[in-house]
């Protein structure tokens, strides 16, 4: 068995240095024979797909550290990636195809009906309107963009001026701090994050806190997500 690991060489891609940590990890530890496919930009999709089709063979893993540029590459593979390895890479395509796509993230949660504030899907401001007058609603409101890490694109608005398409999101007032809780598929830990100064956000901020115990509601919770879904690795953020 050999390992594929997908290397960036994009300048400035903050996904390099991990990518190097993982391929000198298991080279130190493990046996196994690596390879390592470099990309030199957001468009080296057939280099990657040749390298594949032509080295892979049964038994294979792949092994993927993606960040948000590498999305644009990665929405195009992972359907090839995940006809070829079925299992045998990480991420899994199910866990994949949510990944910095908050409209899905968005759909599921309502579908299943989990948790979640009150939002809804806007792509003009008619549709605002509608939402605050549905669920009686008073600004200000969450507004989310479909993409987006550490708080980027995740603003708080007092009118219906703001970007589309977008998520609109009922405002949680009185929070300082949200809780992490991280799974990985049977292995569950969790993080208290307090706010950045002066900001309701606590996404990005790295003011991490290791507190003695968890909610368990917000373990429960977060383990039926993603066995239910078959996520083998997800982070999910509380507030009350």
């Not at 300048?11 to 991990?18: A, Y």
């Not at 703001?162 to 701090?177: A, M, R, T, V």
């Not at 290791?210 to 993603?226: G, M, N, R, W």
Request: aromatic share 16%; with cysteine; charged share 25%.
């Amino acid at each position: 068995m050999k390992i594929f690991i997908t290397f960036s060489n994009v300048n400035n891609n903050p996904s390099t240095d991990w990518q190097q940590y993982f391929y000198n990890y298991i080279l130190q530890k493990y046996k196994y024979k690596v390879r390592l496919i470099t990309f030199k930009n957001f468009n080296d999709y057939q280099n990657i797909v040749n390298i594949i089709n032509n080295e892979y063979k049964n038994g294979d893993f792949m092994l993927n550290r993606i960040g948000l540029d590498d999305a644009k590459l990665f929405d195009k593979l992972y359907p090839l990636l995940h006809d070829k390895f079925k299992n045998n890479i990480f991420p899994r395509y199910n866990t994949y195809k949510y990944y910095d796509k908050k409209n899905l993230e968005h759909e599921l949660f309502i579908k299943k009906k989990y948790p979640y504030p009150i939002s809804k899907i806007c792509n003009d401001k008619n549709m605002i309107n509608d939402f605050i007058k549905d669920f009686n609603l008073n600004y200000p409101l969450v507004h989310k963009l479909y993409n987006g890490a550490s708080s980027s694109n995740v603003s708080k608005i007092h009118n219906n001026n703001c970007s589309f398409p977008c998520i609109i999101q009922k405002f949680i007032k009185k929070n300082d701090f949200d809780i992490r809780i991280v799974t990985i598929d049977n292995i569950i830990y969790g993080i208290l994050r307090n706010n950045r100064p002066n900001d309701w956000r606590a996404s990005g901020s790295g003011l991490i806190v290791f507190p003695d115990s968890l909610p368990i509601e917000c373990v429960k919770l977060a383990y039926q997500i993603s066995n239910e879904n078959n996520f083998e690795c997800m982070a999910y953020d509380f507030v009350y």
